[in-house]
C-alpha cells in the first residue's frame, strides 16, 4: 500500500529528539504555559517573521479568538472562501457573524481576488483568504482591497507552513494569521495545536489573555476569554520538528514536480501554481470527471487518496440556515468537490511510489 500520508515513518526518523522533547518537558515540572511554550512562540514567530506568536489549543480556536479579539459578532459578515474545509465559517458561524462565501477564480481552488468589491456590504467586517493545499492566496491583489474599505484581514495559514506569496510568509499581508498544528500538517503536534501570529502588539496582547480564560493573572478575568493554551509538551514537540520543516517540504516540492511533469496528458486537471506563489504542497490536489471511479480504482492498486472536500461548506447541514443549500448557487465549489482528488504526498514518500501513482494513473480507463 501506497499510503496518503505516514506519520509513523515521519515520527520514526526524528524519534530521539521528539523523546527528549517530551522528557525534558516531564522532567522541567510546568505544564502549562511555561517555557516550552514560550520557547516555541519565539521560534516560531521568527520563522514567519511576525513581531509575536500566540499558541493556542488549536486552528479552530485560532480563527476564534482572532475573530472575537476584534469584537466581530451578531450582524457583522465576514467573507471567506466558498471551497475551504469547513472550521473557515465554522469560526465565523462561532462568533455569531455571518459568512460570505467567495468562489475560487476559474482554474483555481483559490478566491477571485476581482470578486472581493461585489462581495462587501456595510456589515462587513473582516476576510478570511485562506492558504489552501500549501501555496498562498493572491495577497497583494486582495489586501490593497481590503485595506481600501477598512476591512480587517485574517490569513488561515493552517495548511501553509513555509509558503511564501512574493517571498513573504502568511501574516505578511494580513492583520493577524490562524495556524493550525493538527498532526496531518506540514508542522504537526502529537495532537491538537495552533497559534496565532501577528506584527499588532495590541492585538498580540488581547490574544494572550483571551486564550487563557479572559485572565491576564490569575483570578482577575478582563473578557468572557476560553482555556485555548497550547501544551507544554505540544510545543516541545513543535519546537524539535520545526528543525526540519524546510528539509520536508523541499521534499514535497520534488514530489509535486514528479507529478506535475508525469501526469501531462492525462486527463487529470492539474493544478497551476503562480510564479508569484513558493508553495510548501500540504496537499497535491487534481480534478477529474470521474473522480470517484478514479479513487476506487487506485484504491484496488493500493493507492491511497482523500477527498479535500466532498462537501462544499455552503452544502453543509450546519450551515443551512444560511440559505446558500440550493444547487448551482456556488458553481466553481460545487464542481470541485464532486471531481477534487488529493493524491499521495509526504516526506515518506520515495520517487518509486510516486512513480507508480502516476503510472496506474496512466493507466486508468473509466
Known sequence: MIPFLDLASIHKSIRHELAHAIEETITGGTYILGSRVTRFEAEYGQYTQARHCIGVGN?????????RAWNIGPGDEVIVPSHTAFPTWLAVMETGATPVPWEPAP???HVDPKLLPSLISPRTKAIIPV?????CADMSAIAPIARQFGLKILEDAAQAHGARWQDQPPGHWGDAAAWSFYPSKNLGALGDAGAITTNDAQLAEKLFILRNYGSPRKYVNWYRGMNSRLDEIQAAILSAKLRFLDQWNQRRRQIANLYLEGLQGTACELPSIPPESHSVWHIFP??????????????RNRIQTLIHYPIPPHN???AQYLGWGEQGLLPLAERIAREQLSLPIGPH????DVHAVIDRIWRFDP
Open 131 to 135: 492558504h489552501l493545499y500549501g501555496w
Open 316 to 318: 453543509q447541514e450546519a
Open 286 to 299: 487534481i480534478q477529474h470527471p470521474a473522480r470517484d471511479t478514479l479513487q476506487r480504482y487506485l484504491s
Open 349 to 352: 514518500l520515495s520517487d518509486d
Open 59 to 67: 486552528g479552530l480556536d485560532a480563527l476564534i479568538l482572532t475573530l
Open 107 to 109: 482554474a483555481s481552488y
